[in-house]
């Protein structure tokens, strides 16, 4: 039987070391939530980094057969690698660069050699799971080798490779050292995958700049081998959403928060700690809207969850202080006895409480610098069943080619953004009624499954297709 063998640098569970030991917890990020309901069918196997240095062999061993028993394969990092290639060339490299971040980008050499070394490690860990007829599915920007080393041992192999970030114009990866490296690595697979048609033309663009690769209609010759180039928007598990919104936990909570604030308005806020998400830029616009419509104060609360994320890279601990000191100047400028502006929380919450507060918010802030897609914002509408809300949504995320129904701005215009939020606050319930069903019908059809089923016939098409046109 074939089975698919999904790759990714996180593995949707991750390891913690607590005083009694080991413990295990569900990962964040957008592939590890997006994906993690659907890999377990058809004896599938996920192999990754369980999120934790893991030295001991004694641990190694029981780490291993702990994931086993949920279809998990663990790649154990050292700790050289976590520092060189997960925060070095992944996250102070790759991340940067493909968020239109370059300035905050560290070209050093030892990097680079750390991820060739651990992509070979990943491919090591792949072939020896991987049998000749099982499809391998690589994904995101800590992986971008790993597609070509797997074609070099295996090159009959079906490989699908997608990336979870933006893929941002030529002109950001020609300044990339080992641009060409990248390139290559990416197109080991037989289909290339991404969020939005105009990360997929940037990619081809790239390509036809920096390799010299023409496209025809998003298929490039690669030697003998024709690589297809397309766009798949991911979706979610839309009934798990919608069902976990149901449950008597999340409306449990929901009360619990409704009362805490003494049933003020809410707006919600929900990332990643990152740069890229302009949670800075969301407090400044918050704070002008309580400047220019000063009827809100008292009656409104910014409810920001912070997921803590990467705190051994620089960039993000500066950011952590930035959002810190800026939460506690606008609060301290503007409370009173009985209201606080912003209700600030820095860590992870349980899906429950998660969607006890999408059905609480009047208003999601989805309003990222850059963001190949943002699942938070599909999570807020698939959790709001017949409840009224208003989306705000940054026109740099994935996101926005899809939900046209949100209020779609620019989170770099403060003033349009505090606009926005006066706005939502304000539309009629019926307007919200409206836009958030013809956003629900959307997502809903183009949930996680649909996405997984596009993806794998049409890898299994360009299968077909290289051997029509190989006895052509
Ligand atoms: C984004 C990336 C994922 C990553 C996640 C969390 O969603 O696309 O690949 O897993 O962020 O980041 P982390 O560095 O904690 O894995």
Known sequence: MSRTIIVSNRLPTKAQRTEEGLHFTPSEGGLATGLGSIYRADGNVWVGWPGVEID???????????????????VFLTQD???????????????????????????????????????????????????????IWVHDYQL???????????????????????????????????????????????????????????FLSSAAQLLGYPNQNGLIEVGQRSVLVDAFPMGIDYDKYAQVAESEEAREAELLYRDALND??????????????????????????????????????????????????????????????????????????????????????????LSGLYRLAEV??????????????????????????VLILSERAGAARELSDALIINPTDTLQLAEAMHEALVMPEEEQLLRMSNMQALVSTYNVYHWVRLFMDRLAYIKIKQQTLATD
């Open 144 to 202: 971008l080798l790993l597609p070509q080393m797997l074609r070099q041992e295996r090159p009959e192999a079906s490989i699908g490779f997608f990336l979870h970030i933006p893929f941002p114009s030529h002109e950001l990866i020609r300044v990339l050292p080992w641009r060409r490296e990248l390139l290559e690595g990416m197109l080991g697979a037989d289909l290339l995958g991404f969020h939005t048609y105009g990360y997929m033309r940037h």
């Open 56 to 74: 001991d062999p004694a641990e190694q061993q029981f780490v291993t057969e702990e994931l086993r028993h949920d279809s998990m394969a663990p």
């Open 264 to 353: 003020s308005r809410v707006i919600l806020s929900i990332d990643r700690l990152d740069y890229t998400k302009g949670i800075a830029e969301r407090l400044r616009a918050y704070e002008l809207m309580l400047q220019r419509y000063p009827e809100w104060r008292g009656r409104v609360t910014l409810l920001m969850l912070v997921v803590p994320s990467r705190d051994q890279v620089e960039k993000y601990r500066a950011l952590k202080v930035e959002i810190d000191e800026l939460v506690g100047r606008i609060n301290a400028d503007y409370r009173t006895i009985s209201w606080t502006p912003i209700q600030y929380f820095y860590r992870s919450f349980p899906l429950e409480h």
């Open 81 to 135: 690698e976590i520092r060189d290639y997960y925060e070095g060339f992944s996250n102070e490299v790759l991340w940067p660069t493909f968020h239109y971040f370059s300035q905050h980008a560290v070209y050093e050499q030892a990097y680079w050699e750390s991820y060739v070394t651990v992509n070979r490690k990943f491919c090591q860990a792949v072939l020896a799971l991987a049998g000749p007829d099982d499809t």
């Open 364 to 389: 999601a802030l989805v309003t990222p610098m850059r963001d190949g897609m943002n699942l938070v914002a599909k999570e807020f509408v698939a959790s709001k069943g017949e409840l009224p809300g």
